[in-house]
C-alpha cells in the first residue's frame, strides 16, 4: 500500500516537476521580488532580508516545501546594486538547492519620472532524489537501494524593473539556459527544464488619507505549459496593516496578512484554498514571511509599497 501511495504521488507531482524543474511557487510574490526578477535588486534602498517558508498541500504526503532566504542592498553608488538567494525546495523525494548572485544597475530618471533597472543573475541549482526515503513493501527493492548522484546545473537570469511613486512593472526570465540531460534521466525525476517567462505590475490607489488599494498581477509561462496568472488586491491601512486576496489561475484562491512593526520589521501570513480537484486529499497551503530592513531612510519615494 504505501509502495502504491508513492506510484499516485510520483503520477501526480513528478511531471509537474519534469516540466518546469518544479520552478518554486509563492502567493506572497509582491514581497519577494528578487526571487522572481533579479533586476528588483536593491529597489528598497535598505540592506534588506526576506525569509519565506511555504507549506504546499499540508496534510498531503511529499507535497512541496519551499525555504528561501534573500539579502539585496544598494552601494555606495546607488547606481550598483548587489544581492544573494538562498533556496530549498522539495517535491517528494526530490530537492533543488539553489544559490546565486544578482547585481542590478539602476538608473534615476528623476523624482517625476521613476526609476529604471536592468538585472543579471548567477548562480547553481543542487539537484538529487533520495529514493532511499520511500519505504516499500518488498525489501531489498534495487530501484530504492541509492539515492541518485547530487547534478550541478548553472543558472543564469536576466530582467528588467520599472518603478514609480504610484506603479511598478518588470519582465524577467530568472533562467536563461534550457537544459536537457540525459544523463540526468536515469537518476533525477527533473530531468530538463524549459525558461521560464515572468511579468509583474502593480498600482497604488489611494483611497482616502488612511487607506490605499494595491492591485498586482504576476503572469508565468513556461514553454509546453498553460500561461498561469497570479491577481491580487491588498488594502492597506495608515501604512502598517495590509490585508489581501488572490486568485491564481487553474489553481488556489489566497487570502494573506501583512503587519509592519515598525520601518524595519514586517510580518506576513497567505493561506491558499485550492479549487482543483486535489482539495479532496489536503489541507491548503501556509506561507509565513518575515523581512527586516537595516539603515532605513524616508526619501521621496518611500515607504516603499513594493
Sequence with gaps: MKRLIWLVLASVLLPAAAKAQHYPMFSQYMFNGLVINPAYTGSRDALSLTALYRQQWTGFRGAPRTQT??????LKNPRNNFG???????????THTMAYGSYAYRI???????????????????????????????????????NSPTFVV???????YYDH????????????????????TQYVANSFQYRPYMLTAGVLIR???????????????????????????????KDVFW????????????????????????????????????????????????????????????????
Excluded at 544573494?84 to 526530490?94: A, K, N, Q, W, Y
Excluded at 529514493?131 to 537501494?145: A, H, K, L, R
Design 84 to 94: 544573494v538567494t538562498f533556496l530549498h525546495d522539495r517535491v517528494g523525494v526530490s
Design 207 to 237: 483611497l482616502n488619507p488612511d487607506f490605499i488599494l494595491k492591485p498586482s498581477i504576476l503572469v508565468k509561462y513556461l514553454r509546453n505549459s498553460p500561461i498561469q496568472g497570479d491577481f491580487n488586491a491588498n488594502l492597506i491601512f
Design 243 to 306: 490585508i489581501g486576496a488572490s486568485y491564481r489561475t487553474g489553481d488556489a484562491m489566497v487570502g494573506m496578512l501583512e503587519y509592519q512593526i515598525n520601518p524595519q520589521f514586517r510580518i506576513g501570513y497567505a493561506f491558499d484554498y485550492t479549487i482543483t480537484e486535489l482539495r479532496r486529499y489536503h489541507n491548503g497551503s501556509h506561507e509565513f514571511m518575515l523581512r527586516y530592513e537595516f539603515g532605513y531612510k524616508v526619501k521621496a519615494m518611500s515607504p516603499r509599497y513594493f
Design 69 to 74: 532566504v534573500t539579502a539585496h542592498s544598494p
Design 154 to 160: 548553472p543558472r543564469v537570469g536576466f530582467g528588467v
Design 165 to 184: 511613486r504610484r506603479w511598478y512593472f518588470g519582465a524577467s526570465v530568472p533562467f536563461l539556459l534550457d537544459y536537457k540531460n540525459s544523463d540526468y
Design 108 to 146: 534615476d530618471l528623476g523624482e517625476r519620472a521613476g526609476r529604471l533597472a536592468f538585472g543579471l543573475q548567477g548562480g547553481l541549482s543542487l539537484l538529487q532524489d533520495r529514493w532511499t526515503e520511500i519505504i516499500t513493501d518488498q525489501n531489498g527493492d534495487e530501484v530504492f537501494s541509492a
